[in-house]
């Protein structure tokens, strides 16, 4: 009993401090970045120093009270890594489905729609938000000048941490990752990491701001299901053993 009190004592303090100059309408720029653990096998081992550690994509989040809108900024595209001279350059990128996808929240209506991608074919996802059973904690940090607090979820071997601020008192953030009291700013789950890396007061072309429509509408059993079989006919499994990039 405490601990809630300390929490609850902590956001009304925190939104008692942000009263003035809220932003309830603007953009979030974000980093995800997923490390990559890829183990090769003895007969590919020479090539383990052209797999890259880790890899990072760039997406934005437009919001207002109403809505919230996740896609790739494809405006902002990382550079590639520097080759020594006079070698040959390629280039290895991990294609994900969230590479291509984008999230559509309805926070009047408590309703979520994805668009994620296999292999370039766009499937629809829908469902209602059922708040993601997080637990508050008392625990800061700021982020871009924003104080934010730390919420988790999930067991502990695969603990989901958020980190939010009610400075910013929209229940949106990342990909799916929301439905708590103010934005959240960052997003660490097993090997990836989801940082803001800027928040933009004005809002730009608005018209984006809504539900997905491409692709078959699929519940996320059948995304699964379909996912795995389109693996397996693109023969990426080898030995009993699969390289699995886990969605964020």
């Not at 730390?150 to 601020?165: N, Y």
């Not at 103010?182 to 701001?209: C, F, H, S, W, Y």
Request: hydrophobic fraction near 35%; charge should be negative; aromatic fraction near 6%.
């Amino acid at each position: 009993m405490k601990m809630i009190n300390l929490t609850l004592g902590l956001l009304l303090s925190l939104f008692a401090t942000s009263l003035t100059a809220q932003a309830t309408t603007g953009m979030v720029l974000y980093e995800e970045t997923i490390e990559l653990n890829i183990e090769l096998d003895e007969e590919n081992s020479q090539f383990a120093d052209l797999l890259p550690s880790s890899q990072s994509n760039n997406f934005i989040l437009r919001f207002t009270p109403e809505h919230a809108h996740y896609t790739v900024d494809e405006q902002v595209a990382p550079p590639p890594p520097p080759q020594p001279e006079g070698e040959a350059t390629f280039q290895i990128k991990i294609m994900r489905s969230s590479d291509n996808s984008a999230v559509y929240t309805d926070l009047q209506k408590n309703t979520m729609t994805e668009q994620r991608n296999i292999f370039g074919r766009p499937f629809r996802i829908e469902h209602e938000l059922d708040g993601g059973e997080w637990k508050l904690t008392n625990e800061q940090r700021d982020i871009l000048g924003y104080t934010c607090m730390k919420a988790v979820r999930g067991p502990d071997t695969l603990q989901t941490v958020a980190w939010f601020t009610p400075q910013i008192p929209v229940s949106a953030g990342p990909a799916t990752y929301g439905q708590l009291p103010g934005m959240v700013l960052e997003v660490q789950r097993d090997n990836i990491t989801i940082t803001a890396k800027e928040v933009l007061a004005e809002l730009t072309e608005p018209e984006l701001m809504v539900p997905p429509t491409k692709g078959k509408k699929v519940s996320e059993e059948e995304f699964d299901r379909i996912q795995e079989e389109k693996l397996k006919e693109m023969n990426l499994q080898n030995g009993g053993r699969r390289i699995e990039i886990r969605r964020g």
